[in-house]
């Protein structure tokens, strides 16, 4: 398909699509003439994948490039992979200044927690590690909720059980584009579904009880 | 307190104390003379509360101002202030074109699973019943993983059993400034700890399942 079609196939505009082939998001097309390439269906598949890693993950382009750049290293193993585009995904959070004095407390929450539950195979260098940190400095400096190490482990023990039964639905007999994507789009995009969810489930319970009066 | 002890106090930068003041996200301090004046704890406990949502959250300055604005019209109930900052939060998740084929059939999902699930006392408008609908709409699209109602629901339940026990601990028996705070940072800051440890777990699971001559 020539470049119109693939614009019309990916709901990604022209420029877009340039700027990504530029980039090295998007392999090249096939080239046909001096000014005419044709693309085909990985490209349609490569520009939907990130088109909602950016429309609902918010990634940045960096993020993006590790992600297509793991897609591509036909060496690693499907765990390898999976670290690689976890350590893309993590979010920047903005490091929060040594001198708030959480710093440490939070370090030792997040170290306790991470063993408590059993999570021994997460990399030493995982960057999450990192951001469950500074979430929990940041809780920790924020002040209306204090974490305390049953609290950090209930919401532990609730995300175990979410991510246990997640991967145990993943299915391991496809290419490994196929894999990847699933990878990226469930952490993403899943990840947000029961963000919206756990909302949307919030004013339905503060409702019930802070609003007996209400409309039933 | 002086301008330079409410930075120090709070951490955040004096330009962007100044910012805040004019955009009126903070009150003013009292006018001790024509140059100086006067905060107090309020001033920090509210700067840290916008710290926290901007570094956590990624709220912008008009979420900050639906919230404080919130905060100070005394005369919401704790269900509308829920409402109001719920609305706030809801994040601005890209809208997708029409001409994508999924729109009509990710409001059919959204409306049974909150329907199935239960949660009647959701208002119609909700500003997070079109972020659900978004997500849904974008994994829909993206491929990899297509929603179904059994999934859908699955992730429902999970978010049900989660807000139910959080919102079942907050504490009710204190002031209004404090019980929006604890709603707002339960919301951001607690919902961003959940994914967080979700994809740490995740990665333990992922090397359990994928990556078992690895190390234990």
Chains 1, 2 share one sequence.
Request: proline fraction near 5%; glycine fraction near 6%; charged fraction near 30%.
């Amino acid at each position: 398909m020539q470049l119109f079609e693939l614009v019309q196939e990916s709901g990604v505009p022209a420029a877009t699509v340039k700027y990504y082939l530029r980039e090295g998001l998007l392999p090249p097309g096939r080239k046909v003439s001096a000014r005419v390439s044709e693309y085909d269906e990985t490209h349609v598949r490569r520009l939907r994948l990130i088109r909602v890693l950016r429309e609902v993950g918010g990634l940045s382009v960096a993020a993006l490039r590790d992600i297509v750049e793991t897609a591509e290293d036909e060496a690693l193993t499907a765990q390898a992979m999976f670290c690689r585009t976890a350590d893309a995904i993590a979010p920047a959070l903005v490091a929060r200044p040594a001198d708030d004095g959480h710093r440490a407390e939070a370090e030792r929450m997040a170290e306790q927690v991470v063993s408590d539950v059993g999570w021994t195979r997460v990399r030493p260098e995982a960057a999450d590690r990192e951001s469950l940190v500074s979430v929990l400095e940041a809780l920790l400096g924020a002040g209306p909720l204090t974490p305390y190490p049953a609290m950090v482990r209930w919401y532990a023990d609730q995300a175990d059980a979410i991510a246990r039964f997640e991967i145990s639905m993943v299915n391991a007999d496809q290419d490994r584009e196929s894999l990847l994507e699933e990878m990226v789009v469930g952490s993403v995009v899943l990840g947000e579904l029961l963000v919206v969810m756990r909302r949307l489930a919030q004013e339905h319970h503060s409702a019930e009880r802070f609003d007996e009066g209400g409309p039933a």
